[in-house]
Nanobody
Framework: QLQLVESGGGLVQPGGSLTLSCVAS????????IGWFRQAPGKEREGVSC????????TYADSVKGRFTISRDNANDTVYLQMNSLEPEDTATYYC????????????????????WGQGTQVTVSS
């Protein structure tokens, strides 16, 4: 069974940091471009960041540029999202997703290209 499993969410104060992990099982992660998406209550799901198969190319939403860093460890089938300087507006359920493609580019504007989705991990930024 092809699965992505997120972890690392939790409650953090404004200005704090969290690192989310996305682990693949049932397939080889480096066959996939990986994206992170989030959905806040009452809002549509939005793209946060993505990373190409090799990790050589990344994309970030304007709202997280300079604060979030995406990386991948293909040997351990894991993608990370390091989140710093967290704001209450970052509160959401975060999902990782995989697009079966070999590319040195990635995008987060068209979610339909991502075939595999994790179950999500909750991030709450509050004092």
């Amino acid at each position: 069974q092809l699965q992505l499993v997120e972890s690392g969410g939790g409650l953090v104060q404004p200005g704090g940091s969290l690192t989310l992990s996305c682990v693949a099982s049932g397939f080889t992660l480096d066959d996939y471009v990986i994206g992170w998406f989030r959905q806040a209550p009452g809002k549509e799901r939005e793209g946060v960041s993505c990373i190409s198969n090799s990790g050589g190319s990344t994309t970030y939403a304007d709202s997280v540029k300079g604060r979030f860093t995406i990386s991948r460890d293909n040997a351990n089938d894991t993608v990370y999202l390091q989140m710093n300087s967290l704001e209450p507006e970052d509160t959401a359920t975060y999902y990782c997703a995989g697009d079966l493609v070999v590319s040195e580019a990635c995008g987060i504007n068209w979610q339909g290209m991502y075939e595999i989705w994790g179950q999500g991990t909750q991030v709450t930024v509050s004092s």
